[in-house]
Structures are given as C-alpha cells and as structure tokens.
C-alpha cells in the first residue's frame, strides 16, 4: 500500500514546478468554472473567469486566467493530455522562469489581440455580438505556441498522430493555424482566432526577446537562424513576398527600436551564433547546419557540368562500347568459321589427289 500510494506523489514530484503550478492553476480554474455552472450561477460568474470582450477592460486578469478555464471535459482532457507534458519538457531545457514568460507571452498577448479585433469588429458592425456574445477561453494559444517552440528545437522529429499518420514536427504549427483559418471562415472565429495570434506571438517572443543563458559571456537574446525565419513558415512559390514584408516589417521594427537589432543578422537569414548558449539548441543548429551542408553539396555535385555530362554521356559509351565488343566477337566468329572451311577444302582437296 506504502508503494502504491508513494507511485503517484513520486511522479508529482518529478513535475518542475513550473509546469506543476500551471497544470494544478488549470484543473482549479476549469472546476470552479464546473461547479459555478452546475449551481446556476455560471452565468453571473463568467466575466471572471474567462475573456469577455465587452467586460474584461474591467477584470484585467482574465487576459491570462481565461487560459486555465477549459469549458467542457473533452477540451481539460485534451489540455492535460498535452500541454503538462510539453511543458515538462520546455521547463527542463529553459529552466522556469523563461518557461513562465514564454506562457504569460503567449496567452496575454493573443488575448489582447483577440480583444482589440473584437472592439475594431465591433466598431465596424456595430454588433453587439462581438462584445458580450464571444468568451475567449482555453489554452488553443498556448498549444500552437508549444508547437512552434518544438518546431525550433527538435523540427526534424518525427511524430505519430493516432498511430497512424506520420509528420515532421516543423508541419504541425503551420497545419494547426490552416485548421484555426478554416474554423475562422465558416464561422467560428472564438476562440479558434488566438491560434493564428498565438503563432504569430510565440515566434516573435522565440526569434528576438527569449533570454538564452551563456555558459561562456554574457546571455543573448532570441534565434536570429537562417532555419528559424519567417519565411521557412511558408511553401517556396510565396518566399519572394513574404521575404519583402519580413525585411520591412524588421527594418520598421528596429528602427523604432521595438525590437533588439543587431549588425550582423537580419531578418532575412542572417546567422548569429550563441556564445555558450543552451547545448540542445547548439547541437541542434549545429545537426541542421551540417545537414544542410550535405545538401548543398549533393546539389552542386549532381549539377556540376562535369556530372552532367557523363551522366548524359555514360549510358552512349556503354551502348557504343557494347556495340564494338558484339561486332568483334562476331568478326572473331566470322574468322574462325572461314579458317575452318578453308582448313576442310584443303582436306577435301589432298584426299583427293591421293585417291
């Protein structure tokens, strides 16, 4: 009984803090939200909890707390099934602090974003539905942040989904926003609108402000990689525009100093190496590089005039070269079977001059 009451608290423990804080603040947060439903009084209550567009200027706080708040079974199981685990992992690679940021980032922010788009519709409409007919909740904004995290440390991995689709992680992000735009168009714009601010919002935190810790100098800030740009997010035929709109956008930025600059990388894949800083991501830039390195390498080789040449060339050499040997052997054949008639004329002829 000691062991099997010891199993769970051991596994308790494990948890960072972090992430057990956070997990615990969702379970508490989304059964005070079920209970004050199944008392009645859910409806009195909600402004508190969750993000309502036309009440929240005056509850500030559910700009974060609404994230805690899953309003329905199915969503809390899916939260813990995924964001706990996610998180665990985040936390023991950022440590806590960095890992409490990056969530207050990703869901505040969105939530703002989200508030200001429901006030300009609105203002626009002038529906009323947009202020006190939306409630923003959940952590949908916290998901696709957890997922561009992963597609900057580990995007070349592998996942299974239902075991039976297979996927990189560096799809995920980009599939999971294509599902959020069409919920958005035929429809149901809250809450599914925080996934695309929730991407935007986390990549900005993760390319420019997250604090990396050197173990050699001073910490430097963000992941200023070619492999890391905004222009990887998007399939070749679109990279010419959005590269344009990705250098305006920065150059804008650093000049109203709203983001860090740096003379030596720019938005558009400038390489800047972290001095000493976090050994999974310096290995993993380090695997990327060298991979793109044998690829690079593979191209120009098959592409060297060179190579070209005799691949073109190869399969006419073989054919002349098969040619030449069939038509010896048959001059060769051809030789012999003339030796041999003659050889049996003289024969012939000798018998019969004895006879």
Partial sequence: ???LTSAPLHFIASIPPATR??????IGFS???YGLSWTGNGDSSVP????VPGSSIFYPWTFLTSAFVETTIIEL???LLVIPASLRYLERLWGAVETLKFIAVSITVSNIIAFGLNWLEFMVLSNPVFLYGQQYHGQMALQIAVLVAFTQIIPEHQVQLFGVLRARVKTLPMAYVTFSTVMCIIGFQCPFIVIQFGWLVSYIWLRFYKKNSGEIGGPTYGDRSETFAFVSW???????????LADTSYTLASRFHLIPSSGVD???????QLPGGARAEAERRRAMALKALDQRLAEEQHLHPRNVLRTVLCPLHHALRWYR??????????RLLCQESLKKGRLTKIAVNKS
Avoid: C, D, K
């Avoid at 804080?21 to 969702?26: G, I, K, L, S």
């Avoid at 399939?235 to 959005?242: A, D, E, G, L, S």
């Avoid at 010896?328 to 051809?334: G, Q, V």
């Fill in 266 to 272: 720019i938005e558009s894949g400038g390489y800047t």
């Fill in 1 to 3: 009984m000691a062991v």
């Fill in 325 to 334: 040997n069939h038509l010896f052997r048959s001059n060769l054949l051809w």
């Fill in 77 to 79: 199981i899916v939260t």
């Fill in 234 to 244: 998007f399939p070749p035929f679109i990279h010419t525009p959005i590269t344009m």
């Fill in 21 to 26: 804080a956070f997990t615990a603040a969702t």
């Fill in 31 to 33: 059964f005070l939200y």
């Fill in 48 to 51: 508190y909890l969750v993000l």
